[in-house]
């Protein structure tokens, strides 16, 4: 019996330390969408999952015992628009979940350094660095080309307040 009670309090406190944002919702029906998938759903945290038009699937996950980082993952065609859909991917990622780029220079440095890579059929991840870190979000980016796709991983970390 007390190691029960032991367990729920333990598991009382873990829930506790997280923000609960189990009415949250990233919107994606919004972002022009489709066959939107939620999956994760729990007050530990959330997690959505759509698809564009031309064939682009992303997954936009916040865990909320870690409140200040966004994961957005994409995986998409490759072809000549890996870069344009890369920055749209982040136009859309400060809609869902304001996450601004704040250095346009450090950030179109490193989309032409990740245009560069994925042309050679290399992978991009700056060596682990934010591709933009001088503003309010720091933003990390790996991208790689993947048969025949190209799938990245996009992070945003909110400074504390």
């Given at each position: 019996?007390?190691?029960?009670?032991?367990?729920?309090?333990?598991?009382?406190?873990?829930?506790?330390?997280?923000?609960?944002?189990t009415?949250?919702?990233?919107n994606?029906?919004?972002?022009r969408?489709?066959?939107?998938?939620?999956?994760?759903?729990?007050?530990?945290?959330?997690?959505?999952?759509?698809?564009?038009?031309?064939?682009?699937?992303?997954?936009?996950?916040?865990?909320?015992?870690?409140?200040r980082?966004?994961?957005?993952?994409?995986?998409?065609?490759?072809?000549?628009?890996?870069?344009?859909?890369?920055?749209?991917?982040?136009?859309?990622?400060?809609?869902?979940?304001?996450?601004?780029?704040?250095?346009?220079?450090?950030?179109?440095?490193?989309m032409?350094?990740?245009?560069?890579?994925?042309?050679?059929?290399?992978?991009?991840?700056?060596?682990?660095?934010?591709?933009?870190?001088?503003?309010?979000?720091?933003?990390?980016?790996?991208?790689?080309?993947?048969?025949?796709?190209?799938?990245?991983q996009?992070?945003?970390?909110?400074?504390?307040?």
């Amino acid at each position: 019996m007390i190691p029960a009670i032991a367990l729920a309090a333990m598991t009382t406190l873990s829930v506790d330390s997280c923000i609960d944002h189990t009415s949250y919702t990233f919107n994606l029906s919004e972002r022009r969408l489709r066959d939107i998938e939620i999956l994760r759903d729990e007050t530990g945290g959330r997690s959505e999952r759509g698809v564009y038009p031309d064939g682009t699937v992303i997954t936009v996950s916040a865990d909320y015992c870690r409140e200040r980082e966004i994961d957005l993952t994409m995986d998409a065609p490759a072809d000549a628009q890996n870069i344009m859909r890369l920055r749209q991917i982040f136009g859309q990622l400060d809609r869902i979940v304001s996450c601004p780029v704040s250095d346009w220079t450090r950030f179109d440095a490193a989309m032409d350094s990740a245009g560069t890579a994925l042309e050679a059929g290399n992978r991009y991840d700056n060596d682990g660095a934010p591709i933009d870190g001088d503003g309010s979000n720091a933003i990390y980016m790996s991208i790689a080309p993947i048969e025949g796709r190209i799938e990245a991983q996009i992070r945003c970390v909110r400074p504390a307040d």
